[in-house]
């Protein structure tokens, strides 16, 4: 029953929740366009069109306060804009132990135009709907590709439905620099049953399914054995850490399928490209060439 889960919302710098939902009714649910979340705007999804759902995370807990701030100008945002969760109250630590510069950037932050502070800023990104807090995802794990924002939950989400060999929770996306231009990787778990896993097969599977849910081409698609993507004692994905083993080469894969830098279309003749990688290129380079 949906009345038997208690959405919140916390962190470890603080003792005690921020926010929190009302006993015994069931979880806000609202759905949003999924497009103006990856712009930071929050717009109804429209009928009939995609919807990203989102689950309510309650409202301000006793003592707490929370405001909804612009990253980059620490201006409150205005109700149809993400921004970072700013939290202050009773329960929220002093700081980092012997780590003061850290503690200043993260426990001293002030709203710009009116000097209200200190808040701790909470990394989190979100934004309050009738009272209620909804989480959208994390300054740090933003994957930034050609200035669209996108949430790396989404990508994992649709990576793991891609293909029945792949393990649901077992993903991490980030991006990599290559030739000077932010590109899209994807590590992810296979099942337990999957003994041989079918590289190319499967990375085109996933291509295809990010390429259409997200408009987006992925570089690299590394398969990995069950239990061995990086995550928190609580189960988070920890994907800058995976992200470096990645780099370093550390990453204990099964199989890494990586693109080459070969143009997408062929000569002038005609398109020389299966259906699986014209699904997987970008959207401007899907169209014909005039």
Known sequence: RRERFYPCYGLAEGTLMVTGSVRREAPRVVEVDPDGLQRHRVAPAQGGGPAARLVGSGRDAPDQEVRIVDRDTFRACP?????????????????????????????????????????????????????????????????????????????????????????????????????????????????RQCTGPDLEEIAGAVRAAVAREHELQVYAVALVKPGTVPKTSSGKIQRLLCRQTFLAQKLPVLGVSVLDDAPVRGADAGPTLSREELEAAEPAARLPKL
Do not use: C
């Open 79 to 191: 109700a149809d804009r993400v921004g970072e969760v700013w939290v202050r109250g009773p329960s929220v630590t002093l700081g980092y132990w012997g780590r003061e510069e850290e503690t200043a950037a993260t426990f001293g932050a002030r709203i710009a135009d009116t000097g209200e502070g200190p808040f701790m800023r909470t990394g989190d990104l979100g934004f309050m709907a009738d009272g209620e807090l909804y989480i959208t995802g994390r300054v740090k794990d933003l994957v930034i590709i050609r200035g669209r924002n996108h949430y790396p939950h989404d990508i994992e989400q649709t990576t793991a439905r891609a293909h029945s060999a792949l393990r649901p929770g077992g993903a991490a996306a980030f991006s990599v620099d290559h030739a000077g231009e932010e590109r899209l990787v994807v590590v992810q778990e296979v099942t």
